[in-house]
DNA sequence: TTGTAGGCGTTATCAG
DNA sequence: CTGATAACGCCTACAA
C-alpha cells in the first residue's frame, strides 16, 4: 500500500488540499465541522505529512540541533549527562514532530563558530540547543544569534543576554551541602573547583563560599584546588590536600568525578571514608552508587531541563512562524536539583579538630 | 548571499543540470572533463545539495537510523556504550552525507516490531543499525528485512541468518581472561552470567568454560551465577558466591557493572582485593580505572565497530542503487577486544587451595 | 472560509 | 555522453 499523501486526505474528505494543509498546520480559518472531516480522513489514512516536502516547500526544516561537547574526547563519564539531555530533547522531538540531529564538537576547537554556521545553513536547523561548556561561548552564542536561528541554553554560567536558558540552582545547592557538612561538626572543608570554561561551576564555588558563611567558618585559601572535572585532577587536588599538616575532614568536589578520584586517593593513602574524611560531590553519575562508599552528591533532574529547554525552542519557533513579532522575552526557567546523602559523608571525628 | 543551487553550478559550469546531478551522483557517462568543469564550479559556489529535494524527488533518505536500548530506562552507564556508538555513527554519516537518526527503545516493548516499522516507513530510513540486544531480537529482524531496509547488526550473539553483522571474540578473549586467572593460580574461578536477551554475553559464558578446560580446571556449577548486566545483581551473586564455606578466589563477571557490584559487597565484607579476592569485568567502562582498586577487564573497541558498521551499511546502500543485484553475500567483520589488566586481579594465596 | 496556480531543488525519464 | 521536462509532496501567494 502506497504512503498516503495530503492529496489522498483531501480526496477523502471532499476538501482541497490547502485545506488539509491547514488543518495540519494548525492554521486559523477552517470550519470547525470541515476540521473534522480532514482529521478523520488523515487518521483514516495514516497520513503523516511528507518531511522532507515540507522543508523543500517551506521555511522549515523541523530539524532541531543539539550541541554539545564531544565526550568521547575524554576518558570520563559525561556521556551519562548527554544521553539524559539526548532522551529529555528527544521526547519533546517526538511529541512535535521535529526531529533532532546530534552534534558532538569539541569546545575548543579555534573554528567551533563557522562549523557551527555552516553547520546551521547547511541542514537548515529551525533552533539549537547548547549545553556546557557550549552555553558560555559568548562568542558561539554571537554567531549562531547572527544567523537568526533560535537558541536555547542550558545551564549557562550567567544569564546570557536575551538568549533564553534553563537555569539551575548551583549556588545555592552548594551552599546547602557545605551548610550540611558543617552541621556534621566539620570546620575544615576542603573545595575542588571545576573547569573554568564551564561557568556555571563557578556558581558551585560561590555557594561553597555562601556555605561557609553561613555556617560561621572562615574561608581558607589553603582549602582550595583547583581541578579540571577529570578523575585525575580529583586525585592530584586530593593528595595536595590530604598531606597538609592539618587537612581537611571533609572534601567538597564539585563534580562526581573528581569526588571519585578524591576517594580512591583516600583508599590508598589508607583514610577511612567517612570515619576520617567525608568526601562530597556533583551529578549523581551512576557511579555515585556504585563506588565504595556510595557517594553523597547532588542530583540535577538534567533530562527534565532538557525537555523544558526544548518546550522553550518549540515556543519560539512557533511565534517566529506565528508573526515575526519581537521573540516573547527570554524566558529563563530555573531549574531545581537536590541533595542525595549516601555514605561517603558523616560527622567529623571531635577529636580532628 | 543566496544559498547556491543546482541551477547555478550548471549556469556557471555551462551544462545542464542533470549533468551536474550525474557527478554529484557519481552516475557514469560524464566525460572527465566536464566532470571537472563541475567540480570546479561546486567548489566555487561552496554548493552542497539540498537533503528535502533530494529525498523528495529521488528514492533516497540519507538517513540512518542507529536503534539502541534506552539506557535512560536503567540506572546503568551502559550510556557509555550508547555514546560512543552515537560517535562512530556520525562520523561514517558526515563523511557520506548521511544523517543519522537516534532511536532510544524499550527492548521488552511488545508493539516494537510495528514501532520501528512505523518509524522507518515515516522517517524513510535508508538503512537502520541495532545494537545489543536489540541485534538479537529475531522477531524485529525479520519485521525490518520485510520492509527491504537494509540492516547491520553490531555484535550479535549467533551470526543472524543472511544479515551482515559486526561480530567480536567474546568467547576467545574470555577463555583468556579465565587462562589468565588460572595461570595467577586461581583454582576455583566463579562467573557471573549476564542478561539472557542479550546473546553475546553466552559466548562469553562458553568462553570462560573453554578457558577452564584449557587451564585444565574443573567447571563446577555452584561457581556460576546468573545476574542480569545489573550492578545490583552483580551485588547479590558477589555475595552468594562469597558465603560460600570454600568460597571462589577469583570471580569474573561478564560485564562492568557486575564486577563493580562485587567489588563492593567485598569491600563490605572486608575482603582485600587482590589479596583475598581477584575480580575481573568486561567492557572497559570509565568507571574501571576510577574505582578502588582499579579492575581489570576487557575493552572492546566500540567506536571501531560503529565505523565499520556504517562502512557496511554504506556499502549496502551504494549497490542497491547501482543495481538491484542480490545484496553482496552477508558480510561478517570480526572485531577484536583485549585484556586490560589491573589492580584487581592478583595472585591466589597459596594457603587459599 | 475555501480553493487555484506556481514554485521549492532534485532526480528520473526519455529523447537527442 | 548530454539535456529538456515531468514528477516528488507540500506551502505561499493570491483569488474566489
Known amino acids: 500500500m502506497r504512503k498516503a499523501t495530503i492529496d489522498d486526505v483531501a ?48 521555511k522549515r526544516s523541523f530539524l532541531i540541533g543539539l550541541l554539545y561537547d564531544d565526550p568521547s574526547l575524554y576518558e570520563n563519564p559525561s556521556a551519562n549527562y548527554i544521553v539524559n539531555v ?3 530533547a528527544l521526547r519533546v522531538c517526538q511529541s512535535e514532530n521535529h526531529d533532532l540531529l546530534i552534534y558532538p564538537c569539541n569546545y575548543k576547537n579555534r573554528n567551533l563558530n563557522s562549523e557551527i554556521r555552516s553547520l546551521i545553513s547547511h541542514s537548515r536547523l529551525d533552533g539549537v540547543i547548547l549545553t556546557p561548556p557550549l552555553s558560555d561561548n559568548k562568542s558561539l552564542i554571537a554567531a549562531i544569534k547572527k544567523t537568526g536561528t533560535p537558541v536555547v541554553n542550558i545551564a549557562p554560567g550567567e544569564t546570557t543576554d536575551p538568549l533564553p536558558a534553563i537555569t539551575t540552582n548551583d549556588r545555592e545547592i552548594c551552599a546547602k551541602m557545605t551548610e550540611y557538612l558543617a552541621s556534621l ?7 575542588i ?9 563557578e556558581k558551585r564555588y560561590l555557594g561553597y563560599q555562601d556555605g ?26 586530593a593528595r595536595e590536600l590530604l598531606q597538609q599538616r592539618t587537612p ?14 578524591v576517594i580512591r586517593v583516600a583508599h590508598q593513602m589508607g583514610i ?22 556510595s557517594l553523597t ?13 526544548l518546550g522553550i525552542l518549540m515556543d519560539q519557533l512557533r511565534s517566529k512562524s506565528v508573526k515575526d513579532k519581537p521573540q516573547t522575552s527570554a524566558e529563563e526557567l530555573k531549574i531545581v536539583a537536590e541533595l542525595k546523602i549516601r555514605e561517603s559523608t558523616g560527622p567529623a571525628k571531635s577529636n580532628a579538630q
Chains 1, 2 share one sequence.
Open 11 to 58: 480526496a477523502l474528505a471532499g476538501v482541497s488540499i490547502k485545506t488539509v494543509s491547514r488543518v495540519i498546520n494548525k492554521e486559523p480559518n477552517v470550519r470547525e465541522s470541515t476540521e473534522k472531516l480532514v482529521r478523520k480522513a488523515v487518521k483514516k489514512l495514516n497520513y503523516r505529512p511528507n518531511p522532507s516536502a515540507r522543508s523543500l516547500a517551506g
Open 86 to 88: 539526548q532522551q529529555g
Open 185 to 191: 561538626g566539620h570546620k575544615r572543608i576542603a573545595f
Open 193 to 201: 573547583t571545576g573547569n573554568r570554561d564551564h561557568k556555571a561551576l
Open 212 to 237: 561557609l558563611k553561613n555556617s560561621g567558618l572562615k574561608f581558607m585559601p589553603r582549602l582550595v584546588k583547583e581541578g579540571d572535572n577529570s578523575f585525575g585532577s580529583g586525585e592530584a587536588c
Open 248 to 261: 581537611p575532614t571533609a572534601i567538597f568536589a564539585c563534580n562526581d568525578d573528581m569526588a571519585t578520584g
Open 272 to 293: 577511612h571514608i567517612p570515619n576520617e574524611l567525608s568526601v562530597a560531590g556533583f551529578d549523581d553519575i551512576p557511579l555515585a552508587q556504585q563506588i565504595y562508599p
Open 297 to 309: 552528591t547532588i542530583r540535577q533532574p538534567v533530562r527534565t531541563m532538557a525537555e523544558k529547554a
